[in-house]
């Protein structure tokens, strides 16, 4: 009786260590594949301006509600040299978001010239005034 209970012990070992084993490579190798499966988006604001933010809240509030991750938000702060810097560091991440809204000016012209594989939504401000009543 002891021997049958030894034998069925040792077997016990190498399977929970088996299944522990294959447990560890599905996480490993299937969370990557889900993460990269992600619907996801990053958003480059010229600068922090009222009118922008309320933009950047109706679109966020919309992602949310399809289940679209906002990855990053990135502010150029009006800056040229800034938002060149930005776009490098963004173009250097190994993970290129599924889309890019850029909202303003500075953002849409940077981002357009340089993201021509990305889908992108442009959001600016029209200065121009209609004088339709």
Same mark, same amino acid.
């Given at each position: @009786?002891?021997?049958?209970? !030894? ?6 070992? +190498?399977?929970?260590?088996? !299944?522990?084993? =294959? ?8 969370? +990557? %594949? #889900? ?6 988006? &990053? ?12 933009? &950047?809240? *109706?679109? %966020? $509030?919309?992602? $949310? ?6 990855? %990053? @938000?990135?502010?150029?702060? *009006?800056?040229?040299?800034? *938002? $060149?810097?930005? &776009?490098?560091?963004? $173009? #250097?991440?190994?993970?290129? +978001?599924? !889309?890019?809204? #850029?909202?303003?000016? !500075? ?11 990305? +889908?992108?939504?442009? *959001?600016?401000? =029209? &200065?121009?005034? =209609?004088?339709? #009543?």
């Amino acid at each position: @009786m002891i021997h049958k209970h !030894l034998t069925l012990h040792s077997l016990l070992v +190498p399977i929970i260590f088996w !299944l522990i084993t =294959s447990f560890v490579f599905q996480i490993v190798f299937h969370i +990557p %594949e #889900a993460i990269a499966n992600e619907n996801t988006v &990053i958003i480059i604001r010229s600068q922090q301006i009222t009118a922008y933010n309320k933009v &950047i809240d *109706g679109f %966020e $509030k919309g992602c $949310k509600e399809k289940n679209i991750f906002v990855k %990053e @938000m990135y502010d150029l702060k *009006g800056d040229v040299e800034e *938002g $060149k810097k930005v &776009i490098q560091n963004i $173009k #250097a991440n190994n993970h290129k +978001p599924d !889309l890019i809204l #850029a909202v303003g000016i !500075l953002a849409a012209t940077l981002t357009k010239t340089q993201f021509t594989n990305i +889908p992108i939504i442009l *959001g600016v401000k =029209s &200065i121009l005034r =209609s004088n339709i #009543a």
